[in-house]
């Protein structure tokens, strides 16, 4: 039977904004990830709007499990050890709106590893993030402290030691020996003295 992975149910607040300055006029409202916060019963497992007025939205969406992967320790050593560790959290736009008068953001995962956040913004997600609070910033530095395995670097094989090709990839190989002309043992090009 294996054992549970270390995990944190949380939830994610995301905030809709007036844009000000010249971007307004292309875009006069903008979707920003507002907080990470440890979930609490009263928050539910839907999105749930805390407030709307003139300035702007903030919803809140519970019941996001945060796990630790034994295989992933690098990741999270890497967020560990900035100046401000983070929560990353990649979130997508609704197509449709389904529990508000227009689409809201909808968050798909949360993450504490920089690996995870790395690998969403390759594939162009929407991805935010956000300081992760002290104690949970210790949660994970324990989770690192026991299972972190650094990468043993291998020495890097010097240049001379590879194979020689030539420029279509095939195999080469170099002599001292002189193959013709003078010198190459055949006794042509020398001159003979009578």
């Not at 920003?32 to 009263?42: A, H």
């Not at 449709?96 to 008068?101: I, K, L, M, P």
Request: hydrophobic share 35%.
């Amino acid at each position: 039977m294996t054992a549970e992975r270390p995990a944190l149910e949380v939830a994610v607040i995301l905030r809709k904004e007036r844009v000000v300055g010249a971007m307004s006029r292309w875009q006069t409202w903008r979707w920003v990830l507002d907080d990470v916060v440890l979930q609490e019963p009263g928050f539910g497992a839907g999105p749930r709007l805390l407030y709307k007025n003139d300035s702007g939205e903030r919803w809140i969406h519970g019941g996001y499990r945060v796990e630790l992967f034994e295989d992933d320790t690098e990741g999270y050593q890497l967020n560990a050890t900035t100046p401000a560790p983070c929560w990353f959290v990649l979130w997508r736009m609704e197509d449709e709106a389904t529990v508000s008068d227009e689409p809201i953001p909808r968050p798909v995962v949360v993450s504490l590893s920089y690996h995870d956040a790395s690998r969403w913004l390759d594939a162009q997600e929407t991805v935010e993030q956000v300081a992760a609070p002290q104690p949970v910033v210790e949660w994970l530095k324990a989770f690192i402290a026991e299972f972190y395995q650094p990468e043993v670097k291998r020495p890097k094989r010097p240049e001379s030691f590879k194979s020689l090709t030539d420029r279509f990839g095939n195999p080469v190989s170099i002599t001292t020996e002189k193959k013709h002309g003078p010198g190459d043992g055949s006794g042509a090009g020398k001159e003979r003295h009578g």
